[in-house]
């Protein structure tokens, strides 16, 4: 066990994607299940709006892009489920490096490796990631929040508006590309004002943060 951790210490990066590979290297073996369905029949009518999907490449409404990254995909490749199993393992991969890179510049490169490899094992919201139909927008939500939750922090810390402003695009940005999971996202950014800045608040900073 302690050679395993040595090793994973050297080779960090390497270890990380081991780990997603062990959580969801047999979904490439899985068939499209539940709404996958809906998700597969939007791939092959694109235009059509197939549930709550909307027309078109890019969809409309609460679910709107969930079709748009599997489409080239499909071009690419036709209705092969290991290769979408495969894209959207990818995206996990890059969201556990979301998770290490945020806690590390929060808290330390042990916390970024501890919290990095929990999440890579994936023991939260699993069934939101074996599903293709949910994988690669919950994986991009971590990674947009990830990269807020940082640019907020670098703000805070720095003072330099330039991280703010970057925090704010990211804001909308994740408004707009996975909005049917940051419905909440006004609530994560009031949390993070509470905690990251200064105490006591005064009246003008109240204000400033409203």
Do not use: C
């Amino acid at each position: 066990m302690l050679t395993w951790f040595k090793w994973a210490e050297k080779y960090f990066f390497v270890a990380l994607l081991l780990i997603v590979f062990i959580s969801f290297g047999q979904t490439l073996w899985m068939e499209p299940w539940q709404d996958d369905n809906a998700l597969f029949f939007k791939l092959l009518h694109i235009q059509e709006p197939a549930g709550f999907l909307g027309k078109g490449i890019f969809g409309d409404g609460p679910y709107r892009y969930t079709a748009t990254p599997y489409y080239l995909v499909y071009q690419l490749f036709g209705l092969n489920t290991s290769v979408f199993f495969g894209v959207a393992m990818v995206f996990y991969f890059l969201a556990s490096l979301s998770i290490y890179f945020l806690l590390t510049i929060v808290a330390g490169k042990n916390t970024g490796r501890v919290g990095a490899l929990l999440f890579a094992a994936n023991y939260v919201a699993s069934d939101s990631y074996i599903r293709l139909f949910n994988s690669i927008s919950s994986s991009l939500g971590v990674i947009l929040l990830s990269l807020l939750a940082v640019s907020y922090w670098k703000f805070s810390q720095s003072g330099k508006y330039i991280w703010y402003f970057l925090a704010l695009i990211i804001f909308f940005l994740a408004s707009e590309l996975v909005y049917v999971r940051f419905h909440y996202l006004a609530v994560f950014v009031i949390f993070l004002e509470a905690i990251l800045m200064p105490v006591p608040k005064t009246i003008t900073y109240l204000i400033n943060s409203i």
